[in-house]
């Protein structure tokens, strides 16, 4: 079993930066691809950056260029740089990885950008 816990979240004004973290225990997650998620009050979830276990990464279009996922396969925990940040930024920010077909989620972080 795999528990992930995402931290780094609060409230910033619009053009801020904040970095999320996901730690993940239970057992390493080095060999696994690593993907935050937000979802926005009454949006769907949405994919926000991806980052495979030799750290090649993938960003949604309108996070590119501001955005940036890492990884410390070390200390079993990720990273989502976020700079230049907007309102419509505004979500609960997932972590989630895929391990044998099942999803595992944290309990998601909130980011709050005032206009």
């Known amino acids: 079993q795999v528990q992930l816990v995402e931290s780094g979240g609060g409230l910033v004004q619009s053009g801020g930066s904040l970095r999320l973290s996901c730690t993940a225990s239970?057992?390493?997650?080095?060999?696994?691809?690593m993907n935050w998620y937000r979802q926005a009050p009454g949006k769907q979830r949405e994919l926000v950056a991806t980052?495979?276990?030799?750290?090649?990464?993938n960003y949604h279009d309108s996070m590119k260029g501001r955005f940036t996922i890492s990884r410390d396969n070390a200390k079993n925990t990720g990273f989502l740089q976020m700079n230049s940040l907007k309102p419509e930024d505004t979500a609960i920010y997932y972590c989630?990885?895929?391990?044998?077909?099942?999803?595992?989620w944290g309990q998601g972080t909130q980011v709050t950008v005032s206009g």
């Open positions: 980052i495979t276990s030799d750290g090649n990464t």
């Open positions: 989630n990885l895929v391990i044998a077909w099942k999803n595992y």
């Open positions: 239970g057992n390493s997650v080095s060999i696994y691809t």
